[in-house]
């Protein structure tokens, strides 16, 4: 008597395990996704003057440049980022963060961005505009999660690692293309590249932080 209830559960886990491996498969096509780019207009772009940059960030993984430092007139530099501001991080968070684009050639790295997705953290890029011939202090930073558990008796509350990196010190080429890269994963590193023509990246040696003396 209990043979057509049994045939209906079977029926039923075999429609569940279809299910749960096709949910699996949207959610690993969109851990992988890139975030969609947006033109940006760089009519204001002077390449004997001025140089573009392209920083990535997300949720949990922001990066920095001070750029323009002239410790006459702009001693910290202007600062730009991607990832950091809470706009920035509900955005990847939820994973509506786009690209924009100034017109860098595209890198193997832009071109892939989703591979640096994490869980709830889509990854994007921004490119500016910058001096040229002033130097600029890069930093990349991961910011670690804090877990709560609350039991009857204690609150626990797990705090992951965070760290920053090194600050790396460039000075851009007036017409040149720039991509600042920071580590993967739970790391943190930076990396400067000098994006050619074609996409190709070059490695950019890099100096400790500018810092300006006191008066």
């Known amino acids: ?26 959610l690993l096509a969109a851990c992988t996704s890139n ?33 323009g430092i002239d410790c006459d007139t702009n001693r910290k530099g202007t600062k730009i980022g991607v990832g950091g501001s809470l706009g920035d991080a509900f955005g990847s968070l939820v994973g509506a963060s786009s690209s924009q684009s100034m017109g860098i050639p595209e890198t193997e790295i ?24 002033k130097p600029v202090n890069a930093q990349t930073f991961y910011i670690g999660l804090t877990n709560t558990l ?5 609150t626990i509350i797990q705090h992951e690692g965070s760290c920053s990196s090194n600050i790396a010190s460039f000075v851009p080429q007036a017409g040149h293309d720039y991509e600042i890269v920071g ?5 943190c590193g930076v990396s400067v590249f000098e994006v050619g023509a074609q996409g190709e990246l070059t490695p950019v040696a890099v100096e400790p932080a500018v810092r300006c003396q006191r008066r």
């Open 183 to 187: 580590s993967k994963g739970r790391s």
């Open 150 to 154: 609350h039991t009857e008796t204690h």
């Open 110 to 133: 832009s071109k892939n961005v989703g591979k640096m997705n994490g869980l709830a953290s889509r990854a994007f890029f921004r490119e500016f505009v910058i001096p040229a011939g």
């Open 1 to 26: 008597m209990r043979q057509p209830e049994m045939m209906f559960n079977l029926v039923n886990k075999g429609n569940f395990m279809k299910l749960l491996y096709l949910s699996s498969l949207v």
């Open 35 to 67: 975030a969609p780019v947006h033109q940006k207009s760089s009519a204001g772009y002077d390449s004997q003057s001025q140089a573009r940059i392209r920083l990535y960030g997300q949720n949990g993984k922001p990066s920095y440049a001070y750029t």
